[in-house]
């Protein structure tokens, strides 16, 4: 196997004092502000100076100003009139969050990508994992076909350089991925040239070895990284980051809650590591409490994550070189596992597994749908979670992301695109067209009610008044990829557009 590039540094490890008096002073108002900034001397300059200045938050306050190349603030939300229909918007809007390759300052926190590519927007200037398939859907249908295979491309180089795709192009995310979602990306371009398609394979299988290492010499009863041997001798997979940190991007609500919890602040950082790389950050799911200082991520099994590594154990298999057997043979004994451990009778759908407790968890979610759109579940099974999904998640403006209403932004009343899209195309799998149908109306009709009020598209939404998300680490964003790519996606599949 090709040789991972060493780590690059975090600006926390590049500024180390410097870093935590300007995160936990709260010098910038939004703690991604600093780790996405440039600076203009070298580091060994900085912090001598730094050295040397007195304690005060003002002349902090300077001094980060004079040395450091800082991102554009975010503009505030302006609602304004609509000018165009929202699928007219939508297309509109493709070139604004475009972004040419990125070769990376000297010292800064981004990693290089070498082609032109799609941002989130807001506050997220960088590409990131799972958003870029929910956000290729919109773009394959606006015919933005280059835009979409640079996407990929980009994806393949970080596989061929980390070993994985990291949740984001900055250094500060390289210890932590995002659900694993390449395949349904190199699936939905479909490109059959045998050059490129051996290419994405190798690099599919390199991601798959990633979130498998340590695996095979793991006992039973153990998890050592992302891999968990149950006591039956089931593989199951979770989030885990080996920094025991507190992230760069969030490090002073970081340091509040690991000082909140009464817990050894390096099992808190690591928890909330796995849980940013979950992609549901955060939500009562991950939570042993009420509180976010409860939170224990990395004894969980998610439903999802296994959902989509069998999705890719899947893929590799149907690439029909002469691997595909053992990965087919991986697949199977995923599902075997997700079927014995995964499946809640209580709830009549599949929910994540404890690994403390050795059983599964409590308390049904929108991941519940994963298994389906990855074609995990029997349909017996579907059925029960396509029964299940209308009498509890549907909500007047489309899904609920989870039952818990909280104040964290992955949960009741917040709903988000990729789990709609998710839920709609495991639906259709399975044959349930009428409740796929009405949780993408109900959806579109979200977006497009706040869009007429706001004339802007956001990162989540409220979907049981509909009307603008809220809650989480940082106010509402918008842009927004996934929004854009998903909703456009399920009004051309309703004949609108």
Not at 259 to 280: F, H, M, N, Q, T
Not at 356 to 362: D, S, T, Y
Request: glycine fraction near 10%.
């Amino acid at each position: 196997m090709p040789k991972r590039k060493p780590a690059e540094p975090t600006p926390a490890e590049l500024f180390g004092p410097l870093f935590a008096r300007v995160q936990e002073r709260g010098i910038l108002t939004d703690g991604k502000t600093f780790v996405d900034a440039v600076p203009r001397r070298p580091v060994d300059e900085i912090m001598a100076d730094f050295a040397r200045l007195g304690d005060g938050d003002e002349a902090l306050r300077r001094f980060v100003h004079a040395n450091f190349d800082l991102p554009p603030s975010v503009a505030p939300i302006v609602p304004s009139v609509p000018v165009l229909p929202l699928r007219a918007q939508i297309r509109s809007t493709w070139a604004s969050l475009a972004r040419d390759p990125e070769s990376g300052a000297d010292n800064s926190s981004a990693l290089p990508v070498g082609h032109r590519h799609v941002v989130p927007g807001g506050r997220f200037r960088e590409i990131y994992y799972w958003d870029s398939f929910f956000t290729m859907l919109g773009l394959v249908r606006d015919g933005e076909t280059a835009l979409a295979t640079g996407i990929v491309d980009a994806m393949t180089d970080l596989i061929e350089d980390h070993g994985h795709v990291p949740n984001g192009a900055r250094t500060y995310y390289l210890g932590r991925s995002q659900p694993p979602l390449f395949h349904m990306m190199v699936t939905l371009l479909d490109d059959r040239r045998p050059d490129v398609a051996a290419r994405r394979l190798a690099a599919m299988k390199r991601e798959h070895a990633w979130w498998m290492d340590g695996a095979d010499d793991l006992a039973r009863g153990t998890q050592a990284g992302h891999v968990a041997r149950l006591a039956d001798g089931s593989l199951l997979n979770r989030y885990w980051d080996p920094r025991t940190t507190p992230r760069d991007e969030s490090w002073r609500e970081d340091v509040e809650t690991a000082i909140a919890s009464g817990r050894p602040a390096k099992d808190v950082y690591r928890d909330l590591r796995a849980g940013a790389e979950s992609g549901w950050d955060f939500s009562s799911r991950w939570l042993g409490g009420d509180e976010l200082s409860s939170i224990r991520t990395t004894w969980i099994a998610p439903v999802d994550l296994n959902a989509f590594l069998f999705g890719l154990e899947s893929a590799i298999a149907a690439g029909g070189d002469r691997d595909a057997a053992l990965y087919a043979a991986h697949a199977e004994r995923r599902r075997v596992a997700m079927h014995a451990h995964m499946w809640n009778s209580r709830e009549n759908c599949f929910t994540d597994y404890d690994l403390e407790r050795g059983a599964v968890r409590p308390g049904a979610t929108a991941a519940a749908l994963a298994p389906l759109v990855a074609g995990v579940a029997t349909q017996q099974q579907a059925d029960a979670t396509a029964a299940f999904t209308e009498a509890r998640l549907l909500a007047a403006g489309g899904l609920r992301t989870t039952l818990v209403r909280s104040e964290q932004q992955w949960d009741r009343p917040n709903g988000w695109a990729p789990l709609q899209w998710i839920a709609v195309a495991g639906l259709r799998r399975y044959g349930h067209d009428r409740l796929a149908d009405e949780i993408a109306r109900r959806w579109i009709a979200t977006v497009e009610t706040t869009y007429r009020h706001t004339g802007l598209l956001f990162e989540k939404y409220d979907v049981e008044h509909p009307a603008i998300g809220m809650g989480g680490e940082y106010a509402p964003q918008i842009g927004f990829g996934w929004t854009n790519g998903v909703t456009a996606d399920l009004i051309d599949q309703s004949g609108g557009g």
